[in-house]
């Protein structure tokens, strides 16, 4: 098993910058390829980001390519989501997911999941 704490979130203006961390304990982290989600109300979760156990792959939902980058650092137990210019419709819930098998942009193939960090961009 592995354990996932997200943190990083909190209320920033349009066009700022937030990094999202997501720190990782348990079984060896760079088994896993991680992924970030994220949920707003009313909505559905969507996938936003995802990067290969070793970090040489990387995807993103075709809203955040260029404004956002998924990166690992399997030493440290952690996966990070910097996230530049924002906009309002970036407002959810973020989660950290992490999977034994390859990097998915599909929710279900995620075995564990964090607990989310709200992230609010005004306008």
């Known amino acids: 098993q592995v354990q996932l704490v997200e943190s990083g979130g909190g209320l920033v203006q349009a066009g700022g910058s937030l990094r999202l961390s997501c720190a990782a304990s348990?079984?060896?982290?760079?088994?896993?390829?991680m992924g970030w989600f994220r949920q707003a109300p009313g909505k559905e979760r969507e996938f936003v980001a995802a990067i290969s156990w070793s970090g040489t792959s990387m995807y993103y939902i075709d809203s955040v390519k260029g404004r956002f980058t998924i990166s690992r650092d399997n030493a440290k137990n952690t996966v990070l989501l910097q996230m530049n210019s924002l906009k309002p419709e970036d407002t959810a819930v973020y989660y950290c997911?992490?999977?034994?098998?390859?990097?998915?942009?599909?929710?279900?193939?995620?075995?564990?999941w964090g607990q989310g960090t709200q992230v609010t961009v005004s306008s």
């Open positions: 997911a992490a999977t034994e098998r390859v990097a998915s942009r599909a929710s279900i193939e995620y075995d564990y």
């Open positions: 348990g079984r060896t982290f760079s088994s896993y390829a």
